[in-house]
């Protein structure tokens, strides 16, 4: 399965993704309870960063921020994103095979990957529930397709 199949599925089950032209970004400079108000209302782990709303500048995750309230207390959620957000962001592209994704997000220890084209602009946001949804459903098929094999039919 190919990284952007699985945006079609998050498109079809109605998440925001390429086709509905709703990728969600925050810009650098909100604030981290503006970012935590935003996942909250949103329902969503992570938010990538972005000044253009187009390419990936850094991502924020709830771990960080259960990380600096930890560290630092209730007073950093005044600060910027970009004083915290993880700047070395992974990203993939839609042509690539879901599986190395997913060996990449596991091995990587993240849970949210922007999608890009050639250009870097997002095409979406995968996530590692979806990289396992989709493995899920090919697996699936395969044992379907060797059921009917073995079965005769």
Known sequence: MLVNQLLS???????????????ITIAPDATLAEAVRLLSERRIGAVVVSTDGATPEGILSERDIVRQLGANGP????SPINSIMTKAV???TAGEDALVVLDRMTQGRFRHMPVVDGDGRMLGVISIGDAVSGR?????AEKEALTGM???S
Not at 75 to 78: G, R, T, V
Request: a negative charge.
């Open 90 to 92: 992974q990203t993939c």
């Open 75 to 78: 007073d950093i959620l005044s």
């Open 9 to 23: 599925m998050k498109t079809i089950s109605g998440k925001d993704g390429i086709e509905s032209g709703s990728i």
């Open 136 to 140: 899920l459903k090919e697996l699936a």
């Open 150 to 152: 073995i079965m005769g």
